[in-house]
Every structure is written in C-alpha cells, then in structure tokens.
C-alpha cells in the first residue's frame, strides 16, 4: 500500500480564500483523523470519520473549517475563508480501529498551509 | 481531558543513552503511544504499552507506571539518524481519541 496519501504537500493563499486540503487513507482502514500542528499548540485533532461518518468534530476550531468523507477513499478538510492564524501543517491519519490494543494511528506526509 | 507533559529538548552523543520522560493526567487511560517525527515529516509509531512494565523494541524501549501517570521511552546506541522529535500520546479510554504532547526534541551528536 502506498499508505496514507494527502494533498497538495504545500499550499499558499491569501487571507479570505478558500483552501480545500485532500486525504485519500490505507484501504481498509475504517477510521480517517484530520490533525493540525503549529509550535505554539502542538499537534491537536480536529475532527474523526468512522466508516465515512463524523464522530467527533469538537476540535474544529470554528466554523470556518468543515470536513467530508463522501467515500472509504476520500476526505476533504475545508477552510473558508481562510484566516493567518490557520497557517500550519495539517496531517491526515487513518487506522484499522481505534480501541484495539496497539491500535496505531498511519499518518499521511501533510500539508503546509500558508496563509498571508 | 488529558494533561501531557515531556522536557522540551535533550542532548546526547552518537552510541550514548537517552530516556525521555513523559507524565500525564487524564480522565480516562486506554493506553500511551511513542511517535517519532523527524524534521518536515510524519510522525510514525515507535512503540504502544497499556499494562505496566517494560516494552522492548529494538534500540527502543518503552516503560510505563499508570499509577504514578509516568512513561518514559528509551533510546539506547544513539545514531545520527535518530535526531528527532518524540512524542508521548495518551488514549482517552472515554471516547478513545488520542492527546499528544508537546514533543520532546532530540539532538544527537557525533
């Protein structure tokens, strides 16, 4: 598997433009996380699909951003309208189950978002 | 929630030994995960422990205390490459989601 595949690896954009960033996660996995890591918060989750449902989006900072999984192969994380503060690195990850014993978190190469 | 805490930065030379501590407060314990995330990439799991005691994976190893809310990860035979940051995740046993730390940054030198 080529595991977890996210894009684009760089994007910048102007203040109040729209920033859609892409996941497609190891086939088979069931649980898709969208993350974000600055150096002032660290790595943070912002929202998790199980089987293409949200479950829990209570880390979305507001509602700017919103999330999609139309398919077991596909998520989108969207900023609109993007804002300075929204620059970091936005990680995709996927796992096969969340509780399972070493049940561990594949995470994709990520997007570097610039916002100016 | 959870509350995680690693020393921020830590020092040593190639072929020597580092112990990483991590300690956390939660409100529910399903277990702690060890990433490594060299510089501009992913993190990627180095190790998982749930029950007490020692893991050993390797040149890694990993502890864990739950009563005293204590981990470390264990590094031994230092190499260049191992020039990372690790993080400490805490699982939420309540909803089953993951908390990581602020990462420890490690500096090998020849």
């Known amino acids: 598997d080529a595991g977890v595949i996210q894009s684009p690896r760089h994007e910048v954009t102007e203040m109040g433009q729209e920033v859609t960033l892409r996941c497609k996660p190891i086939s088979g996995h069931d649980y898709l996380f969208w993350y974000r890591q600055t150096m002032m918060r660290g790595l943070e989750l912002l929202i998790y699909f199980n089987n293409n449902v949200p479950i829990d989006d209570s880390g979305m900072p507001e509602d700017r951003f919103s999330a999609k999984m139309p398919n077991a192969s596909f998520s989108t994380l969207k900023i609109q309208p993007s804002e300075p503060r929204d620059s970091a690195v936005y990680f995709c990850?996927?796992?096969?189950?969340?509780?399972?014993?070493?049940?561990?978190?594949?995470f994709g190469p990520g997007t570097r978002l610039t916002v100016t | 929630g959870q509350n995680i805490d690693q020393p921020t930065e830590m020092t040593a030379t190639e072929g020597a030994i580092v112990q990483i501590n991590c300690t956390y407060q939660t409100s529910g314990f399903n277990g702690l995960f060890w990433y490594q995330q060299h510089a501009g990439e992913a993190p990627t799991f180095l190790s998982y422990n749930v029950l007490d005691g020692l893991e050993e994976k390797g040149r890694f190893s990993s502890f864990l205390s739950r009563s005293k809310g204590y981990s470390y990860l264990l590094l031994k035979e230092l190499q260049m490459k191992d020039s990372a940051s690790y993080l400490c995740a805490v699982r939420d046993s309540n909803d089953y989601k993951l908390s990581f730390g602020a990462g420890t940054t490690v500096t090998v030198r020849a």
């Open positions: 990850a996927s796992s096969l189950a969340l509780w399972d014993l070493a049940d561990e978190q594949y």
